[in-house]
């Protein structure tokens, strides 16, 4: 079992504007899976998302079918 933790960062892309997610990619390699968090909520809940749905994720942010509501 690892015991490796979470690194977070926020996109590069991101202007603080408070509509952030973070990521922990440090642990696909050691978990097979990208935590996922909302940056004002640190404490909050972490969906811990298999490679292949992050993927899609960042896919349909990218295409705008994720569009901001």
Known sequence: MTTETPRWFTSSYSN?????????GNLVASRGVVPVRDSKNRRGPVL????SAFAGFVAGVK???LGAI
């Open 63 to 65: 295409s705008g079918v």
């Open 16 to 24: 603080n504007g408070g509509q952030c997610i973070e990521v922990a």
């Open 48 to 51: 811990n998302l298999t490679t």
